[in-house]
């Protein structure tokens, strides 16, 4: 090899190198002949272990046949363009997990023949981001559209469901009974989704001022007496006494036990403990909601607070609890975090900032 050539062979692997994106040059038969770090780093592999081997190693198998097609009637005709037109692409990582790519390829002459370069960018967070934003501009198209909806049929609901209630009280037959209750139980499920995707959807600016969140957690459980009770679940309720307000919106707060005791409840149909405890730390109150139901697996856990995903049966769940939760949480300024362990139990914590008006310090004591 010539000073020259060398010199040139030298250059081109530094440009190589130094690009950001992933690049490897492949020989005539498909062969791996260069490869840079971030090529390595995109496919998880060591530089000794993709050099002489074949590029489909790096395709996804389904892609593989195709691609050793395309690259022989892309070297009868070699010229600079971009993989694949109109279809999405993918690289093969070393674990077997495939990443969205966009590939550039330029045809080169090397001293051993044609070859190819191909200029490689993952393109896996910019698909993410894309299906982020469809996500969000289909969220606020919900949002219009269940505030239109609310009001269509939130009131010929409110009378159908006052009817029922009417008639049921009157009602002497059994069947007829059982008819007008489950007509009740189906408007107050339609209801309740209604009102779930109406507080998802309503961007109202909350009202907020000093409030006593123990009072929010002893009137939420008693909208729920009845229920834990038929349910076999005992409550015990840990509040510290002389609790510094929190500055929120008290319908809100509310709205958020509602849901978490309500997941719990559902998620102990044989019974158990729900524990609910709240303490100050530092310059928030800490609100727990415990209980001993059948917990939930990791991928769960990750996709709780995702809008409309749910774990219960078609109708039963909208799987926007969480999501209104955290949004609500959040607006507060405040976090939510969760502990859940499979066949054991889930703890939400929230914490909310108290109310700056407040000075009073906490001499915890406990009431059960
Ligand atoms: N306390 C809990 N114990 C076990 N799993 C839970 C608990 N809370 C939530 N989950 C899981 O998280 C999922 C999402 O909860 P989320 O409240 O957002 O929706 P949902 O309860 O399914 O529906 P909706 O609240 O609209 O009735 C549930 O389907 C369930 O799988
Ligand atoms: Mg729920």
Redesign the pocket.
Known sequence: MSPESFDSEQQFRLIVEAAPNGMLLIDERGAIVMVNTSALHQFGYERDELLGQSVEMLIPGPFRSDHRQHRTEFMKVPQARSMGGQRELFGLRKDGSEFAVEIGLTPIQTAKGMGVVASIVDISERKRLEVQLRRAERLAELGTLASGMAHEIGTPMNVILGRAEYLLQRAADDGMKKGLTTIITQVERIT??MN?LLAFARRRTPERRAVDLAKIVEDSLDMFQERIAQCHITVDTTIESSLPFVHADQDQLIQVLI??V???L??MPEGGRLSLGLAREGEYVRLE?A?T????PEE?RA????PF????DFG??????????KGIIEEHGGTIT?E?AVEK??T?TIRLPIDSAQTAGASPSIRL
């Open positions: 309740k989704v779930q849901n978490l309500m997941n719990s559902h998620a909601v209980d139901g059948h917990g939930m769960t996709k709780v607070f995702d995903f749910t774990t219960k039963k769940g909208t799987g926007l609890g969480l999501t209104v939760v969760l859940s139990g889930t939400f």
